[in-house]
Nanobody
Framework: QVQLVESGGGLVQAGGSLRLSCAAS????????MNWFRQAPGKQREFVAS???????NYANSVKGRFTISRDNTRNTLYLQMNSLKPEDTAVYYC??????????WGQGIQVTVSS
């Protein structure tokens, strides 16, 4: 079965940096596109960033220039490097994948809190 486990969240001051990791298993990671979403209390879950199997990236306008999505296919791990963090970045962050022939799968979520 597909399994995604996020780590690396925590509390950081505005302007600081944090790197999230998503350890993947149960599917062919290297040929599957991966995504990050986030959800703040009382708000809808929103798209943050995506990366294709070939390494093509896309970002929400709100994080463009500050966040970088990457993948290490030798470790089956997805990353989100977050720089210049703002209080409005505070949310639970989720990685997800929809492998070919398998169901859409979400990680358990990891809290990121940015203080002012």
């Amino acid at each position: 079965q597909v399994q995604l486990v996020e780590s690396g969240g925590g509390l950081v001051q505005a302007g600081g940096s944090l790197r999230l990791s998503c350890a993947a298993s149960g599917y062919p990671f290297s040929t599957t596109a991966m995504n990050w979403f986030r959800q703040a209390p009382g708000k809808q879950r929103e798209f943050v960033a995506s990366i294709s199997a070939a390494g093509t990236t896309n970002y929400a306008n709100s994080v463009k220039g500050r966040f970088t999505i990457s993948r290490d296919n030798t470790r089956n791990t997805l990353y989100l490097q977050m720089n210049s963090l703002k209080p409005e970045d505070t949310a639970v962050y989720y990685c997800n994948a929809w492998p070919l022939g398998m169901g859409l799968t979400w990680g358990q979520g990891i809290q990121v809190t940015v203080s002012s």
